[in-house]
Every structure is written in structure tokens, then in C-alpha cells.
């Protein structure tokens, strides 16, 4: 695997993570699709911005 596989298969399971977390937190269902779009959209920027900003 070359290291641009891997690091998209972390990015993915980041990713996913990240969705888990938002489905899973009390914040209401707008906020959480629109957390959701962000991240599917803009996978590397909207977890980094998910992760500083997003519902604790």
C-alpha cells in the first residue's frame, strides 16, 4: 500500500468516527447534519474543524 493509501484509509476512519460522535451527541438533529455535511464534504478540514468547534 502506498503511504497516500494509507493515510486516506485514517482519513476515512476518522471520518467515521467523527459522524459516530455527532450522531451520538445531545446537540439538536440541524446542528448535527450540518456537522455531518461538513465532514463528508470536507473530509480533512471539517474533522479538524469538527474536532476544535463541534459539539462536546
Known amino acids: 500500500m502506498e503511504v497516500g493509501g494509507i493515510l486516506g484509509l485514517v482519513v476515512l476512519i476518522l471520518d467515521i468516527w ?5 450522531v451520538g451527541s ?3 438533529a440541524g446542528a448535527k447534519i450540518l456537522w455531518s ?4 464534504v ?3 478540514i471539517g474533522l479538524i474543524v469538527w474536532y476544535f468547534a463541534g459539539p462536546k
Open 18 to 22: 467523527a459522524i459516530v460522535r455527532i
Open 26 to 28: 445531545s446537540a439538536s
Open 37 to 40: 455535511l461538513l465532514i463528508l
Open 42 to 44: 470536507l473530509p480533512v
